[in-house]
Structures are given as structure tokens and as C-alpha cells.
């Protein structure tokens, strides 16, 4: 009791301290998950179409994932200029802001094709019966040119209004960009997928989508007048890379778990959203422990619970309100579209079981991550984001199963 009573007294502090803030975090949050379940509805009506082309679910968490990594990423440097009182719009390619959101594109478009060859390389060890690699860069390339428009112009535009409204912009960056992510993505992605039906066109669109994508990766890496764009990009691509072979493996999970996900389909509506409130509440941490050390709030060196203990307790209070909001949120969407399911409770308590199993081990990525980073004399924007939000996949994906089967609900 003395322990929930000093809990509830710093919460309360932090508050006060900061209501516009928190308000705004869980505001973020709360659309995330809107847009998380619009994402997982998207996976449930796609289910014929992850049967028809086996070895695409391998893809889809990584797929989705490296977008919401590269611009959660961006929002995060943002985050901080913004705290530096550095942060200003231009369209001029040669300001800071311009070589952030040039590096996002670049980023956005080399990743897709480096993931489609992974993918494909996954699948096919792992014994899954497989797509061509072909069918895999269209999808991952050609899905991929919507979402960087949309969330790109959500993530500035989240920035923007942060600056105007007085919004610590790195409570609501992270879980704005991830969930317009996820929910652009996939519709996206499942759009790409009548592009690989057959034909001639499929090859040809595959060699284009290949020449961009490499062009992309060579022009970041050696583009010596734009140091700031060439700095991310050196930085981010190894971490990207990583992370979304770990998101790989979590869709190796759900594909391994598909027919128990087919058996419940409600179920398909909980995983999107899952994965993507546990990377988000993770990125708070992450972004928050980022600014901290660029201001010189933290001492690198130490690992002290102490020095982030406000955060944390943030983290977990709006964990605990927003994962149980998601699991009532999925039992009313299963049943307004009569998907078939297990008792209500016991949605509830696999969505909120399963989330703070997520987000206690993303937590601790997220903060050691940042510390490691920052050792290093690196960036922490460019990989507190990517790595939390890789680890929350492959982390969600087992917590999800881990409940289920603790719950008895699988197939």
C-alpha cells in the first residue's frame, strides 16, 4: 500500500507539473489505439489474402514497424529540437529540419527493399512455403510509397502543433506516428499485393523498385553537403536493418500461430494495436530518457531507476488505462462485426496482461538502449524508437501468446 500510495503521489506531482502533457500523451495514446484497431481490422479482412501468398506474414509486422520506426525516429529528433529551441519549418532541403525529413525518405525507400529480401531469405530457412522475392519487393516497395506521404505530413504537422499548443512533443510523437504507421501501412501493403498476381508486370515493376531503392540507400550514405541527412542515415541504417529482422521473427510467431489467431477472429483485431501501444509507450520512455541526456538531466554512465522514476511511473499508469481500454475497445468491435471470439474478461485480460508484459521488457530496451547510444557518442533519437519498437513486436508477439495460452485460449 505504501508503495501504490508513493506511486500515485508522483503521478499525481507529474501531473501537476505538467497536465498539457500528460493530457496530450494520452490523448496521442488513445487515438493510437483508434487507428491500431482500424490497422487490426484491416489484418482480419486481409485474412484470405495472408493464405493466398504464403510467407507475407513474415513481412507485414517488419514492414509496418520500419515505418512507424523511421518516423517515430524523426519525431523524436524533432522532440528534442523543439526542447532546444532549434526547431523551425523550412522547405529548404539544407536546414535541419529539411535533412530530417530528406533522411526519412531515403530511409523509407532503401529499408523496404533491404526488408524484402529478408524476408524472403527468413521465410524460405525457416521452412515456410514462400512467395517469390520478386512478389516480396513490390509489396514491401511499392506498399511503402503511400505511407511515407501520410506520415510524413502527420509527423511535421504533430511537431507543429506541439510548438503552438505547448505539448511535451515527446509524449505524443511516438504514438501519433506509430499508429498512423500501422494503419496506413497495411491497407497499403494489401494494395501492393494485386500488383504480383501474374504477368510480366510484376518482374518489371520489381527491377524499378530495386534501382530506386539502392539509389536511395548510395545518395544518403554519400551525401557529403548535407551532413545532418548523411549523420542519420549511417547511423540508422544497421539499427533498422536489426530491428526489422526482429520484427521478422514476430511475424514468424503470428504465422506459426495462424490457425489459433483464425480460430478467434477477434483476435486479429487485437494484435495491430497491441504490438503497436507497447512500442508507443516504450517510445514515450525512450524519447523523454533522449532529451534528458542531450540537456544533460541524466548521467550516462549510471543505470539509476531513480533518475527516471517520473517516467516510469507515467508509463506504466497510462499503460495500464490504455490497454484496458483496447481490450474493451476490441470486445465492441468483435461484436458489432459478429467476429467470433472468447468471453469478453477474457479479451480484457489478455490485452492488458499481454501489454504490460510488452512494455515492461520494452521499457528496459528502450532506457538501456539510450544510455548505450549515447556512451557511444551516437544519437539516441535515431535508435530509441527503432529499437523499442522492434522489440515490442517480437515482445508483444510472444506476451500475446504467452496470455493466450495462460488464459486457455488457444485453438
Given at each position: ?30 487515438v493510437?489505439t ?72 531515403l ?12 524476408a ?9 512455403g ?33 510548438v ?20 496506413v501501412t ?40 548535407l ?37 478467434y ?44 522514476s517520473?517516467?516510469l ?5 497510462l499503460?495500464?488505462a ?22 469478453a ?67
Open positions: 500500500m505504501r508503495l501504490l500510495r508513493r506511486t500515485l503521489a508522483r503521478f499525481v506531482a507529474l501531473v501537476r507539473a505538467d497536465a498539457a502533457g500528460v493530457r496530450a500523451g494520452f490523448v496521442a495514446l488513445v493510437s483508434i487507428t491500431g484497431l482500424i490497422a487490426g481490422i484491416t489484418l482480419g479482412k486481409i485474412e484470405g489474402t495472408l493464405a493466398d501468398l504464403p510467407g507475407l506474414l513474415v513481412l507485414v509486422p517488419a514492414a509496418v514497424g520500419m515505418r512507424g520506426n523511421v518516423f517515430g525516429a524523426l519525431g523524436s529528433r524533432l522532440g528534442t529540437s523543439v526542447h532546444a529551441g532549434t526547431f523551425r519549418l523550412s522547405r529548404r532541403l539544407d536546414t535541419e529540419v529539411g535533412q530530417n525529413l530528406a533522411s526519412a525518405v530511409l523509407s525507400m532503401s529499408l523496404a527493399w533491404i526488408l524484402a529480401i529478408a524472403k531469405g527468413i521465410a524460405a530457412a525457416t521452412g515456410h514462400t512467395i517469390s522475392v520478386v512478389d516480396y519487393v513490390v509489396i514491401s516497395v511499392v506498399g511503402g510509397l503511400i505511407p511515407i506521404a501520410v506520415v510524413m505530413a502527420i509527423t511535421v504537422g504533430v511537431t507543429a502543433a506541439g503552438r499548443r505547448g505539448w511535451d512533443v515527446d509524449n505524443v510523437a511516438a504514438p501519433v506516428v506509430t499508429a498512423a504507421a500501422d494503419s497495411l491497407p497499403s501493403l494489401w494494395l501492393a499485393t494485386h500488383l504480383v498476381r501474374g504477368g510480366a508486370l510484376t518482374p518489371a515493376l520489381a527491377v524499378v523498385c530495386t534501382l530506386v531503392s539502392v539509389a536511395s540507400l548510395v545518395v544518403g550514405l554519400r551525401a557529403k553537403a551532413p545532418t541527412l548523411r549523420r542519420i542515415v549511417q547511423e540508422s541504417v544497421p539499427v533498422l536493418v536489426a530491428s526489422g529482422v526482429i520484427s521478422m521473427f514476430a511475424g514468424l510467431i503470428l504465422q506459426g500461430r495462424f490457425d489459433s489467431l483464425r480460430h477472429a477477434v483476435l486479429f483485431v487485437l494484435v495491430p494495436p497491441l504490438l503497436s501501444l507497447s512500442g508507443s509507450l516504450a517510445g514515450i520512455l525512450s524519447s523523454r530518457v533522449a532529451s534528458k541526456l542531450h540537456l544533460g538531466l541524466l548521467d550516462p554512465r549510471r543505470v539509476s531507476l531513480s533518475a527516471i517520473e517516467d511511473v507515467l508509463v506504466y499508469v499503460s495500464t490504455i490497454f484496458t481500454i483496447l481490450g474493451v475497445a476490441t470486445v465492441g468491435v468483435g461484436a458489432l462485426m459478429s467476429l467470433g471470439g472468447p468471453a474478461g477474457s479479451v480484457v485480460a489478455a490485452a492488458l496482461l499481454a501489454g504490460l508484459l510488452a512494455t515492461t521488457l520494452t521499457v528496459v530496451v528502450g532506457y538501456l538502449s539510450a544510455l548505450a547510444t549515447y556512451r557511444l557518442e551516437l544519437d539516441p533519437d535515431n535508435f530509441g524508437i527503432p529499437v523499442t519498437a522492434a522489440c515490442s513486436d517480437l515482445l508483444g508477439a510472444i506476451a500475446l501468446m504467452l496470455a493466450l495460452v495462460a488464459l486457455g485460449l488457444t485453438a
